[in-house]
C-alpha cells in the first residue's frame, strides 16, 4: 500500500524557517518524481515545487523561488522542502504528491501537514 | 503568470449532468497541457479524477468524463449524486516540474 506521510509543520513566526518531511512508502520511491502542492485556509490548491526522481532537477513556482529548497534522499525514501524567509501568506497546508511515472498526474497524496506563520 | 481559471461554484439537480471548465487567462487549452482534474472533499487530500484530457483514474466511476470543449478542458459529470458534493481542480501541465492549478470550483448537488 502506497503511503505519504508529511511532518515538520507547526507555528512559525515571520521570516523564520521550517522542514518538512515527507516519508514514502510502498512504492518504488527512486522511480518517482514528487511535488509539493500547499493550500490555505479556505482556498484552493497551489504548486510549490518539484523533484525528479534521482534528485537532479527542481523546480519552484514564482512565489517560494529563493525562498524554499525541495530535496530527497533516496536512500531514505523521503522527500523534503526547506522553508525559509516564510511570510504569513506561507500559512497553508502542504501536501506531498506522488507523480506516476512518465504520466502528468498525481496518484497519491498524503494528508498533509499545516504550516501556520504568525507572529 | 499564467493563470487557469475554473468557476467558482456550480449547482446540479440529482440526477443532472454538470460540464465543469478549465481554461487559461490566455490562450487555448489542448491536450498538450495533459490537463487533469481532481475531487477534495473538506478535510481530505484531493483525489485523482481523469488525467491526460479524458483517461479516467482506477477506481473512477465513468459518469465522469474529460473532454476538450473549444479552448478549454472540461470535466462532465452525468448522473450527479450527493456524494459528488465537493471541490473540483484541474491541473495543466506547462513544462517539466510545473504544474499550474485552477482555483477550483465548488459543486452543489441540490
Known amino acids: 500500500e502506497v503511503q505519504l506521510v508529511e511532518s515538520g509543520g507547526g507555528l512559525v513566526q515571520p521570516g523564520g524557517s521550517l522542514r518538512l518531511s515527507c516519508s514514502a512508502s510502498g512504492f518504488t520511491f527512486s522511480t518517482c518524481a514528487m511535488h509539493w502542492v500547499r493550500q490555505a485556509p479556505g482556498k484552493g490548491l497551489e504548486y510549490v515545487s518539484a523533484?525528479?526522481?534521482?534528485?537532479?532537477?527542481?523546480y519552484y513556482s514564482d512565489s517560494v523561488k529563493g525562498r524554499f529548497t525541495i530535496s530527497r534522499d533516496n536512500s531514505k525514501n523521503t522527500l523534503y522542502l526547506q522553508m525559509s524567509s516564510l511570510r504569513t501568506e506561507d500559512t497553508a497546508v502542504y501536501y506531498c504528491?506522488?507523480?506516476?511515472?512518465?504520466?502528468?498526474?498525481?496518484?497519491?497524496w498524503g494528508q498533509g501537514t499545516l504550516v501556520t506563520v504568525s507572529s | 503568470q499564467t493563470v487557469v481559471t475554473q468557476e467558482s461554484s456550480f449547482s446540479v439537480s440529482p440526477g443532472g449532468t454538470v460540464t465543469l471548465t478549465c481554461g487559461l487567462s490566455s490562450g487555448s487549452v489542448s491536450t498538450s497541457y495533459y490537463p487533469s482534474w481532481y475531487q477534495q472533499t473538506p478535510g481530505q487530500a484531493p483525489r485523482s479524477l481523469i488525467f491526460n484530457t479524458n483517461t479516467r483514474s482506477s477506481g473512477v466511476p465513468d459518469r465522469f468524463s474529460g473532454s476538450i470543449l473549444g479552448n478549454k478542458a472540461a470535466l462532465t459529470i452525468t448522473g450527479a449524486q450527493a456524494d459528488d458534493e465537493c471541490d473540483y481542480y484541474c491541473v495543466l501541465y506547462m513544462g517539466p516540474g510545473i504544474s499550474v492549478f485552477g482555483g477550483g470550483t465548488k459543486l452543489t448537488v441540490l
Open positions: 523533484i525528479s526522481s534521482n534528485g537532479g532537477s527542481t
Open positions: 504528491a506522488k507523480r506516476v511515472p512518465g504520466v502528468k498526474r498525481y496518484d497519491y
